[in-house]
């Protein structure tokens, strides 16, 4: 590990002040950053200690849910209107790392994981367009089980890690962000980038800038959500493939409906044609089964990881079952 200053802001204009400074980069729970850190892949000259300076409150209004960034996963995940109202919520969180991590993991830490794609981990691989632009990908050759099969590119095929993301783009959440001077509101799904030709940058965050906080809207598909995962393990594990669901039915059919998919693609991914053709349809496995084969319609897949396509299927089957109440 190399050294580096380290600096308690005494307010978040502090904060996000020194934040502006090349170099420097924000501490919350530091469950990743203390491991990139110690794998040389992050290098800060500065570390800002968010901690005193942003809200942890888990918040509930007519709108929703207002989840301060550095909320614990731990202590959302047990809150009580997360467990009644939004179940693929708690789902999703309760199937990411350890109790001890989700003690520690913060909301805005969250959505800030980077990618767990062993070639962009070991600093001894020349070849990875996220840690040196320009130098290639050594998974597109190279042992890719765990990689994205949506939203690749050329320069990146590393799959997304986060559980939590999938659920809150479910769930049409919104981020809060803010810098010196200005804030503004990020629907989820357009929070992350796809590759393309930079995938060294990975959301819209621009330097100084932070998440304060997510809104969950309150919604009628929220309450009859859901989340599986399939993974190698029963904990402790990433995702091979994952669906965050959120339905309303009216009179046994589909009269809205949410899909979004985790470990098949380089960000928490959107599926809007399964979401289309299930509008108006009958709540059954066939039309579920029917409408989860567009999910992955448009994969690009490698010899390694050709599984996720009917592995992806299958776990939006599972998820519309379960929102349904059809298990």
């Given at each position: 590990m190399r050294d580096f200053a380290y600096v308690e802001p005494v307010s978040l204009d502090d904060a996000l002040a020194r934040g502006r400074t090349p170099g420097s980069r924000f501490l919350a729970g530091g469950t990743l950053l203390v491991d990139l850190l110690r794998l040389d892949i992050e290098r800060p000259d500065i570390v800002i200690d968010l901690n005193h300076v942003l809200s942890s409150a888990i918040e509930v209004g007519p709108a929703g849910l207002r989840i301060g960034a550095l909320a614990a996963n731990s202590d959302l995940a047990e809150h009580a209107h997360v467990r009644s109202e939004f179940p693929a919520l708690r789902e999703a969180l309760m199937s990411g790392a350890s109790p001890q991590l989700r003690n520690m993991a913060t909301a805005g830490g969250n959505l800030m994981q980077r990618t767990r794609c062993s070639y962009f981990r070991d600093r001894a691989v020349e070849s990875c367009n996220k840690r040196r632009p320009g130098s290639g990908c050594a998974a597109l050759q190279g042992h890719s089980r765990m990689h994205a099969v949506l939203g690749t590119s050329d320069a990146c095929i590393a799959a997304h890690p986060s559980d939590f993301c999938v659920a809150l783009l479910a769930l049409d959440a919104t981020v809060t962000v803010q810098k010196v001077g200005a804030r503004r509101e990020v629907p989820l799904d357009g929070f992350h980038l796809l590759p393309g030709r930079n995938p060294e940058r990975e959301t819209v965050l621009e330097r100084g800038e932070v998440i304060t906080h997510i809104v969950v809207p309150a919604s009628p598909r929220a309450r009859r959500s859901a989340y599986v995962k399939a993974r190698d393990r029963a904990s402790f594990a990433f995702a091979l493939a994952s669906a965050a669901v959120a339905l309303e039915l009216d009179?046994?059919?589909?009269?809205?409906?949410?899909?979004?998919?985790?470990?098949?693609?380089?960000?928490?991914?959107?599926?809007?044609?399964?979401?289309?053709?299930?509008?108006?349809?009958?709540?059954?496995?066939?039309?579920?089964?029917?409408?989860?084969?567009?999910?992955?319609?448009?994969?690009?897949?490698?010899?390694h990881n050709a599984f996720k396509?009917?592995?992806?299927?299958?776990?939006?089957?599972?998820?519309?079952?379960?929102?349904?109440?059809l298990e």
């Amino acid at each position: 590990m190399r050294d580096f200053a380290y600096v308690e802001p005494v307010s978040l204009d502090d904060a996000l002040a020194r934040g502006r400074t090349p170099g420097s980069r924000f501490l919350a729970g530091g469950t990743l950053l203390v491991d990139l850190l110690r794998l040389d892949i992050e290098r800060p000259d500065i570390v800002i200690d968010l901690n005193h300076v942003l809200s942890s409150a888990i918040e509930v209004g007519p709108a929703g849910l207002r989840i301060g960034a550095l909320a614990a996963n731990s202590d959302l995940a047990e809150h009580a209107h997360v467990r009644s109202e939004f179940p693929a919520l708690r789902e999703a969180l309760m199937s990411g790392a350890s109790p001890q991590l989700r003690n520690m993991a913060t909301a805005g830490g969250n959505l800030m994981q980077r990618t767990r794609c062993s070639y962009f981990r070991d600093r001894a691989v020349e070849s990875c367009n996220k840690r040196r632009p320009g130098s290639g990908c050594a998974a597109l050759q190279g042992h890719s089980r765990m990689h994205a099969v949506l939203g690749t590119s050329d320069a990146c095929i590393a799959a997304h890690p986060s559980d939590f993301c999938v659920a809150l783009l479910a769930l049409d959440a919104t981020v809060t962000v803010q810098k010196v001077g200005a804030r503004r509101e990020v629907p989820l799904d357009g929070f992350h980038l796809l590759p393309g030709r930079n995938p060294e940058r990975e959301t819209v965050l621009e330097r100084g800038e932070v998440i304060t906080h997510i809104v969950v809207p309150a919604s009628p598909r929220a309450r009859r959500s859901a989340y599986v995962k399939a993974r190698d393990r029963a904990s402790f594990a990433f995702a091979l493939a994952s669906a965050a669901v959120a339905l309303e039915l009216d009179g046994g059919k589909v009269r809205s409906a949410r899909v979004a998919l985790g470990g098949v693609a380089t960000k928490p991914w959107r599926a809007h044609e399964v979401e289309e053709d299930l509008i108006g349809r009958p709540a059954t496995r066939e039309t579920f089964a029917s409408a989860a084969r567009l999910g992955l319609a448009g994969a690009r897949t490698t010899p390694h990881n050709a599984f996720k396509v009917t592995l992806g299927e299958r776990v939006i089957v599972r998820a519309l079952e379960r929102a349904a109440g059809l298990e």
